[in-house]
């Protein structure tokens, strides 16, 4: 095996805006460092609390998003609290797909599915 999935990482202008923007959205927390001269500050990632989920890395660039992603993640959630925490709708679901694309604040793009009972 070549390679294995590690974290995910995600650009920002905003990079700690962000961060708690995702922290709110998915029930993540900031990732503080451990030990050395990061003890306990934010190190530009977010977290599962219950492990379940992968490290968020949040990574301050100078340009703004241009183009549509070329990759993205997918969550369940609901599009209406998402929305009214600031994402915006770039395509509802309709007879050609089952799933909400949305951005975050930052126009990064993701796709929302109905939670599973």
Known sequence: MPASFKDLCLDAADDRAL????????????????RGEYEGAWIGAIEDPAGRGPVI????????????????HDV??????????GATLVRARDEEIQWDVMADPEGNEFCVFTPVD
């Open 19 to 34: 961060a708690e923007w995702w922290c709110t959205a998915m029930g993540y927390r900031l990732k503080l460092g451990t």
């Open 57 to 72: 890395w949040i990574n301050r660039v100078p340009e703004t998003k241009a183009v549509k992603n070329r990759m993205h």
């Open 76 to 85: 369940y959630g609901d599009v209406q609290e998402l929305l009214a925490l």
